[in-house]
Structure formats: structure tokens, C-alpha cells
């Protein structure tokens, strides 16, 4: 439920319902607005009714949390939520840029690609070490080996590190390298692996898995915060649909939608969202005008030549172009880059 207090509220007040809800048992959030405080509540409320803390002093009005997913929504969270990373920050006022190729192939590779989508202006790198591929005979990735490279290249580079994480047994690996982990369209359903991220503290990157509502997106990331980790940023990826020339039909009203429904921050990724280089940058800047917080993007220094979705990894120069073309969106919209 969520308990809506009055304006000019005294901090006893607040204070005296928060102790009631967790004397009975409820976990509490408490959201001070410029103009409302909030108390969110999640327990049970057979010992509680929304009635007995209607007439507590302070209190306006209590109201149920229609939505299936609660710590998710907006309801219970009115502000937006920020991540911190390091000094960067995700979902506030400034974009971040996620570059980088869709695997780790090699040391040099990996190096080649940090440096140069940094010099371009990226402000983190993104790299598969476990890739999870549609089928078992492609590349699957450096596995450790790339976590080491991932590592050595935040070092050199300067950009902190993004890579996805498949399943349960490598959470704490994955996570003692990456300062986002990502969970794969694929694993967006794979309920007991969003917990285990949820149990560990560092930011979680949920991509939209491929033919999810969003309701079934959000109840994902429920999974995550409910362990107690809150910091949860969304992707939208692109879904399936009947259109095949795009390897995915890129949903930007997903960045809307998201926004009015969550707290959560969205970001798009244009890249698998339409498997075609030359849709990239007109996606990318298309997500930024309509108020997505990032873009993650595959670069390649020889996109023929990569062992993983070279038909929509970007050269180095493009993705520097691209970068150009954003800014004066970013500007536009009122953040930064
Ligand atoms: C990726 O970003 O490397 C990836 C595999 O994307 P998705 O999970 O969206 O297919
Ligand atoms: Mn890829």
C-alpha cells in the first residue's frame, strides 16, 4: 500500500507510521518529494488495515498499489532513481554511452576498441565474456579469460565495465570484475538468476527479454529489487514480430512507457534492437529524443571480421560520428552528456 501523507507533515509523524508498519511486520520506503512525502509498505495486511493508518495524525490517505509489481513502479517511488558509479551517474541528468563489441575476442582487440570509443566519448565499455548464443556452434566467448581482459581494459581505459552474466554459478566472478552486470534478453525470465544478482550490490542491467510485455519486464526487475538490490537500469532490446528485415523490432515507446510506469532508468540498445549497422545512429539518437538515459552500442574496429554480430556493430569512426550527432539531442532534452 502506499500511505500518502499530508502537506507540512511533521518528521514525528512520519516517523510514528513508519513504526507502526514495521511493528507489523511491513518493509517500508520512504519517498520525500518536493511537494508529498509517500510511505510505500509491502507485507501482509491481515494484521494491518489500510483503515487503522488512515486516522493516524499526518496521514491523508492510503492507497493500494494497483500494479503487480510494487517496488518497480512508479507508485511506490515517485522520483526517479539514480545509480551511482563511481562519479558517473545513470538515470539523473546526465546520458551515458556504452560502447564496445559484442565479445571479447582477443586482448588486442578488446584494448583497440576501449580506447578508441573513449577518445569518441564513450563513457562506459561494454564486452560479452560468457556469450549466450542462439546456437551452440557459434563463438561462446573467453569465459574468465575475458573477465581478466575486462578488467585490464577498465585500467587502461579509464571506462568502467559492463558484461553480461548467464548464470547462477558465475554471479560472484562476473560481479567482482563488472561494475554493471548485465542479464541477456534470454535470461529475463530465468527467475532464480535475478535473484542471485539481486542478492550482490552491484547495478544490474535487465535487457527486455524478446517477446516480453512490459508488465513481465517490470515483475523482472521486481525479482531483483526484492532481494534488495535497487539498483536495477533497464534496456529496451527490440522484440519479436512478424517484421523479419530487422533482426528485432527496436519498441521505442518502451522509453515513455517505462518512464510514466517506473522509477527505474531505460536505456536502449540499437544495436540488437535492429541487427542493421546502418540503423544505428538514426536509433540511437531516435531513443535519446524520446528520453531514454543511455545508449549501449556494438563497435568493431573490423565488423567483418568479428566473431559475433558484425552486421550491426559500428566502426569506430561511425560511432564517433554518432556521438556528434547526439549531443545537440542531449542539449535539446535538457541533460548531458
Ligand atoms: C548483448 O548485449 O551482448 C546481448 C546478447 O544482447 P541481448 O541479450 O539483448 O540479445
Ligand atoms: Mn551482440
Known amino acids: 500500500m502506499i500511505v500518502v501523507m499530508r502537506p507540512g507533515v511533521t518528521q514525528e509523524e512520519i516517523q510514528s507510521v513508519i513504526s507502526r508498519l514495521e511493528r507489523e511486520g511491513f518493509k517500508t520506503h520512504l519517498s520525500e518529494g ?4 509517500i510511505i510505500g509498505a509491502i507485507g501482509d495486511k491481515t494484521r494491518l488495515r489500510d483503515e487503522n493508518l488512515a486516522v493516524m495524525p499526518g ?3 492510503v492507497v493500494p498499489i494497483l500494479h503487480p509489481y510494487k517496488l518497480a513502479g512508479r507508485d511506490f517511488h515517485p522520483e526517479d532513481s539514480v545509480i551511482k558509479i563511481g562519479d558517473m551517474t545513470i538515470g539523473g541528468p546526465q546520458i551515458q554511452i556504452i560502447a564496445g563489441p559484442c565479445a571479447v575476442e582477443s586482448r588486442s582487440l578488446l584494448l583497440e576498441v576501449a580506447n578508441a570509443v573513449k577518445e569518441a566519448g564513450a563513457t562506459m565499455l561494454r564486452g560479452g565474456a560468457f556469450k549466450p548464443r542462439t546456437s551452440p556452434y557459434s563463438f561462446q566467448g573467453l569465459a574468465d579469460k575475458g573477465l581478466e581482459l575486462l578488467a585490464e581494459a577498465r585500467e587502461v581505459s579509464g571506462l568502467p565495465i559492463i558484461t553480461e552474466v548467464i548464470d547462477q554459478s558465475s554471479v560472484d566472478a562476473v560481479a567482482e570484475v563488472a561494475d554493471i552486470l548485465q542479464i541477456g534478453s534470454r535470461n529475463m525470465h530465468n527467475y532464480p538468476l535475478l ?3 539481486g542478492r550482490q550490490s552491484k547495478p544490474v542491467m535487465l535487457k527486455r527479454g524478446l517477446s516480453a510485455t512490459f508488465e513481465e519486464w517490470l515483475l523482472a526487475a521486481e525479482y531483483i529489487l ?3 538490490n535497487s539498483k536495477v537500469i533497464l534496456c529496451e532490446r527490440g522484440i519479436r514480430t512478424f517484421e523479419s528485415y530487422t533482426r528485432n523490432t527496436l519498441d521505442l515507446s518502451a522509453v515513455p512507457a517505462i518512464k510514466s510506469l517506473s522509477h527505474l532508468p531505460i536505456f536502449v540498445d540499437p544495436s540488437h534492437g535492429t ?5 544505428v545512429a538514426p536509433m540511437g539518437r531516435a531513443a535519446l529524443a524520446a528520453g531514454a538515459d543511455g545508449l549501449i552500442i556494438e563497435v568493431h574496429p573490423n565488423p567483418e571480421e568479428a566473431l559475433s554480430d558484425g552486421s550491426q556493430s559500428l566502426t ?3 560511432f564517433a560520428q554518432l556521438v556528434k550527432e547526439i549531443k545537440p539531442i542531449i542539449s535539446a532534452t535538457g541533460r548531458e552528456l
Not at 518536493?34 to 512525502?37: A, D, F, G, H, I
Not at 541487427?275 to 540503423?279: D, E, L, P, Q
Open 34 to 37: 518536493v511537494e508529498r512525502t
Open 59 to 61: 496521514v491523508e490517505k
Open 195 to 197: 535473484q542471485a544478482v
Open 226 to 228: 526484492k532481494e534488495g
Open 275 to 279: 541487427g542493421r549497422r546502418y540503423m
Open 316 to 318: 569506430p569512426e561511425q
